[in-house]
């Protein structure tokens, strides 16, 4: 049976470097009509809570922990008893948010988190922030990779605690690995495919 994917559309503000920008996020729910993941956790804990539509909440899984992808997460933790799950190269970027309070728990490079029937692999892809990580669904070839892949490229990196090399490193040597019509979900936009971005990607 193939996994149930919802996508989500939040919008708020990033801020990070004492700038603040109008930004809209993408929510993935992988799960089935039982159970589910959360990845990332932007901005209106109400409408993620709406999105999940009582079903059990396994984990929300962090991306990275820029604070538009993580305004919400221990709303939503509160809301529906899930954990809190993120890289834990991260925490500076998360104790910006959240000084007072640890995620739940960490991820790891090639930790599996399983929904529904749905078995995501994380995958460790630094250089958008130290801890950013995408997360492979094999089953249903996709990847889920937050600000490291857009439609149109590699994500920013002009900010504190980026780097362009590591970030074309990692989706060199990641993403660009997977087969080429695995479909990229991100985390602002459009998805898109592996094939139609190797072409961008210097080395790729």
């Known amino acids: 049976m193939s996994a149930r994917i919802d996508r989500l559309v939040t919008s708020g503000t990033f801020s990070l470097d004492g700038g603040t920008w109008d ?7 992988v799960g089935d009509d039982t159970e589910c993941l959360v990845i990332d956790a932007p901005h209106d804990a109400d409408a993620i809570v709406d999105g999940v539509a009582g079903r059990s909440v396994v984990a ?23 954990p809190i799950l993120l890289n834990p190269a991260d925490r500076m970027l998360w104790d910006a948010v959240y000084p007072d309070a640890a995620p739940d728990g960490e991820i790891r490079d090639g930790d599996t988190f399983s929904a529904g029937g749905a078995v995501l692999t994380a995958l460790h892809t630094p250089g958008h922030s130290p801890g950013s990580t995408c997360f492979y669904l094999e089953s249903e ?13 590699p994500g920013a990196t002009g900010r504190s605690y980026s780097d362009k090399p590591t970030i074309l490193a990692s989706i060199r040597s990641r993403l660009l690995t997977l087969p080429p019509d695995t479909v990229v979900r991100t985390g602002h936009g459009d998805s898109t495919t592996i094939g139609a971005e190797t072409a961008g990607i210097p080395g790729g």
């Open 23 to 29: 930004v809209d996020n993408n929510v993935w729910i």
């Open 60 to 82: 929300v899984l962090l991306t990275h922990a820029h604070d538009d992808h993580i305004r919400a997460a221990r709303a939503v933790a509160q809301a529906t008893g899930a």
């Open 141 to 153: 070839g996709t990847v889920f990779t937050g600000d490291t892949l857009f439609q149109g490229g």
